[in-house]
């Protein structure tokens, strides 16, 4: 019978009872249904691809061409922008880098990270810097800064100090805005009005605290000062307590799995207990998901979910079960979890567009390449590149660790 490591700290037994007999349905599911040849697909070839499209739509100056269509008659003006999601990019690239598949991309990521600083990265006051969202890009009322925007530069940033092409003081503020959208909780608030100079106590987003809660971290590497990485411990328990009641509600967060991963990996968490409880929680959250993947072969999505056939979001979920394959300790999740990384990777590898201007992007939509639906579903945006492109980078790690490539 599955195991969720450690049930007895929230999760009723009438629920582990339920989630063990869906497991087993599902794994005998995935065994039946699952081609052995997926192990074996090219995904440096995928990954480059995508990141050729990511590189051909850096502008001169750095900012991306945040828009495209996979009909190149179809031109989109540059305005409509995001700058969180530009740092999401730069991240993208650089963890591209990082896992050992090619550096000729980072001249061209320093010219984009140069453009980011410049134009969206501002000092708040004598210790913090914000990261700008502009009315005019974003179609918000008034300029805010995001906490989620903070988090997501520093992880996209915080490589850049050992190279000199950033201060620490910049990424330190960035840091001490992250903490005083904290609250003693562990709650992270999700904006800050620029124009009013006060905490928005009212929006609530909720990738962003896993988002902050890995920008710091990624700080802490390069400034192992201890408010950081308490900081850090703090976020994700509160995550963790908060959405555990959800069971199989809980919204999947691959941002606050990535934390714990690197968290555990790195054994900096030293109350066992928080260790049985992100663990828990990680587990917990792989479960909704996988029972809503299309194991049959036979079906065109085979590889999505039931409820969910969009590539930049099926991107952070595999970006998700990656992590938590190396979270959990159960050998048949874990096997479970190779399979559903298996053929949700294998399902964002059909739909990439292959030719043309456009190759190497992934439109808002898999049913982009059927005829009849709506123009929204044929547009690519530079996010939806990026997820896809490290959800492939996570599971080809796998693959790569395991031996299966």
């Excluded at 840091?175 to 609250?183: H, N």
């Excluded at 009013?196 to 962003?208: G, K, L, Q, R, S």
């Excluded at 328990?237 to 919204?251: A, F, S």
Aim: charged content about 20%; proline content about 4%; glycine content about 6%.
């Amino acid at each position: 019978m599955f195991d969720l490591s450690s049930p007895t700290t929230y999760i009723p037994t009438i629920f582990i009872i339920m989630v063990g007999i869906f497991i087993s349905v599902l794994w005998k599911d995935a065994r039946k249904n699952t081609h052995e040849n997926t192990w074996e697909l090219p995904y440096f070839d995928v990954i480059a691809l995508s990141m050729n499209y990511i590189n051909r739509n850096i502008n001169p100056d750095g900012r991306f061409q945040y828009r495209q269509n996979v009909d190149p008659e179809i031109t989109y003006k540059n305005d409509v922008y995001n700058s969180l999601r530009h740092a999401g990019t730069l991240y993208t690239m650089y963890q591209y880098e990082k896992l050992g598949l090619e550096t000729k991309f980072k001249d061209n990521r320093i010219i984009s990270s140069k453009y980011f600083i410049d134009r969206y990265i501002r000092k708040l006051d004598d210790s913090k810097y914000v990261v700008v969202s502009f009315p005019e890009e974003e179609g918000i009322n008034y300029h805010i800064a995001k906490s989620g925007a903070a988090g997501v530069a520093l992880c996209a940033l915080s490589n850049l100090y050992q190279e000199k092409e950033i201060d620490l003081p910049t990424l330190r503020g960035l840091g001490e805005f992250l903490l005083s959208m904290t609250d003693d909780e562990g709650n992270v608030w999700a904006y800050y009005n620029l124009e009013t100079n006060e905490v928005d106590t009212n929006a609530e987003a909720i990738f962003y605290p896993g988002e902050a809660a890995a920008g710091l971290l990624n700080l802490y590497e390069i400034d192992p000062q201890q408010k950081w990485l308490n900081a850090v411990i703090k976020i994700i328990m509160n995550i963790v307590n908060t959405r555990k009641t959800m069971k199989l509600d809980i919204p999947f967060d691959h941002w606050s799995v990535y934390v714990i991963k690197e968290l555990l990996f790195k054994l900096l968490v030293k109350d066992q207990n928080d260790v049985y409880d992100m663990r828990a929680y990680a587990e917990q959250m792989a479960i909704p998901v996988l029972s809503n993947q299309i194991t049959n072969p036979k079906n065109s999505y085979f590889g999505a979910l039931i409820d969910n056939i969009r590539p930049c979001s099926l991107g952070a979920i595999m970006e998700g079960l990656a992590s938590i394959y190396f979270i959990t300790e159960n050998d048949q999740l874990k096997m479970i979890l190779s399979k559903a990384l298996s053929i949700g990777n294998y399902f964002l590898a059909k739909v990439q567009v292959k030719t043309g201007l456009n190759a190497g992007g992934l439109p808002n939509s898999a049913n982009w390449v059927k005829p009849g639906v709506t123009p929204n579903a044929s547009v690519i945006r530079i996010d939806n590149v990026s997820h896809v492109v490290l959800g492939w980078l996570r599971y080809q790690n796998i693959l790569k660790i395991t031996g299966k490539y």
